[in-house]
């Protein structure tokens, strides 16, 4: 495939990116079906409405509820795109995918079981049964530039690595945002129409709260990084930093509780200033916030002992942890 030729935020028009976009799905998809997934992130959402506006019910449009979201996530984007028009399908894979990663430790492994799940067996069915022969997906460019950088394959790469998507999978990728980064997507998604909470909605991983699972990602420890995904969101939404999360660590460190050994799990929190993901910096919270985030984490999440802050920068940090 031709190196992508990148759209700059500050050369983008996103009225005009609109209207190309619109034209060249509804070019590309003619008479047939396109679907897509959509995880309520900016890409997915601004990738939706430009389906929709392209398509209207000639796309199928489905949130993967792998079992691996926020809590009450499905719902809450479901109702939100429906006031826009869009009708979203619900589909419940969460067994496939715990079971894809089940004894998995490895980052890349984790990766690719989520890859493999996702598109070739729960898209896959969904495909075969909607008989789309296009799929919509927010693929951006640093997604590319990280996957063939190695520094982490992307789950939604393909066709930069040798892989054919309509031979692995049986359906053509069809990526309408793979020229713009982080801050051009926000654009589109604000000319759109999307609401700020859309449109400025922090990133989160494909692979979901499974990147944030150092080691094997278990319906427990998922929860566990789930609720402590809900403390940091709800405590840092107001500083307005570009991403902030909690991080499930592997090993397992002493603690006290009821002057008895404690040996439980341990907590990382990351929060990031930055405008495309490619370098940022952690956010200078205040001590007294670092104190409250800690306090709730040990208070509200079973099994949490120890909570840590992430001072180092990306590089040589990434943004999320695996």
Not at 255 to 262: A, F, P
Not at 307 to 312: E, H, R
Request: charged share 25%; proline share 5%; hydrophobic share 40%.
């Amino acid at each position: 495939m031709a190196e992508v030729a990148e759209i700059k935020s500050m050369e983008l028009v996103p009225e005009a990116f609109i209207t190309e976009k619109v034209r060249e799905i509804a070019d590309i998809v003619g008479d047939g079906t396109a679907i897509n997934a959509l995880s309520g992130g900016v890409d997915s959402s601004v990738v939706t409405m430009l389906g929709h506006r392209a398509l209207k019910t000639k796309l199928k449009t489905y949130f993967i509820n792998n079992g691996l979201m926020r809590k009450n996530e499905p719902q809450q984007i479901a109702g939100l795109f429906k006031q826009f028009g869009v009708d979203v399908k619900i589909v419940d894979a969460e067994k496939q995918f715990f079971q894809a990663l089940k004894g998995i430790t490895d980052p890349e492994e984790k990766r690719e079981a989520i890859t493999q799940t996702f598109y070739k067996d729960v898209f896959g069915k969904l495909v075969r049964d909607s008989g789309a022969k296009y799929l919509l997906q927010g693929t951006i460019l640093t997604d590319i530039d990280e996957t063939i950088a190695g520094i982490k394959r992307q789950h939604n790469v393909f066709e930069q690595l040798g892989i054919d998507p309509q031979e692995a999978f049986g359906y053509k990728i069809i990526e309408p945002v793979v020229q713009l980064r982080k801050d051009g997507v926000r654009k589109v998604g604000q000319a759109l129409g999307l609401p700020a909470s859309v449109f400025n909605r922090m990133p989160f991983p494909g692979p979901a709260l499974s990147a944030r699972v150092i080691g094997e990602a278990t319906p427990q420890r998922i929860e566990t990084v789930r609720m402590a995904t809900s403390i940091v969101e709800e405590e840092l939404f107001a500083t307005k930093a570009f991403q902030y999360m909690a991080i499930l660590h592997q090993d397992k460190v002493t603690g006290m509780r009821n002057n008895k050994r404690d040996f439980g799990n341990q907590i990382e929190i990351r929060c990031w200033d930055s405008v495309d993901a490619r370098i940022a910096t952690p956010t200078q919270l205040s001590h007294e916030m670092l104190v409250k985030l800690a306090h709730r984490m040990v208070t509200e999440v079973p099994g949490v002992v120890s909570v840590t802050y992430n001072m180092t920068p990306k590089p040589p940090s990434t943004m999320e942890a695996v």
